[in-house]
């Protein structure tokens, strides 16, 4: 069971890449099918994202198992 964050392509482009504290940490951009976009939840408790914690505490969340789960990119 992962817990993930959902984001439209919009969002992600808001907050994926490195963070402005710490350089060598970024948010990865996944790109899942329907033009869904997910990160994983434990972004939240990461001191390097802390910029976007608010952000992103205020998406929808789904369980990676759930059959509803967008599914990857062939």
Do not use: N
Not at 15 to 38: D, H, N, Y
Not at 45 to 70: I, T
């Amino acid at each position: 069971m992962t817990m993930c964050i959902l984001l439209t392509a919009e969002q992600a482009d808001h907050v994926c890449g490195p963070s402005a504290t710490v350089p060598w940490a970024a948010l990865p951009k996944i790109e899942r099918q329907g033009g869904v976009f997910i990160l994983g939840v434990e972004v939240l408790g990461d001191p390097a994202h802390e910029a976007h914690r608010e952000y992103l505490s205020a998406l929808p969340q789904m369980d990676s198992s759930d059959p509803a789960f967008p599914a990857a990119l062939e």
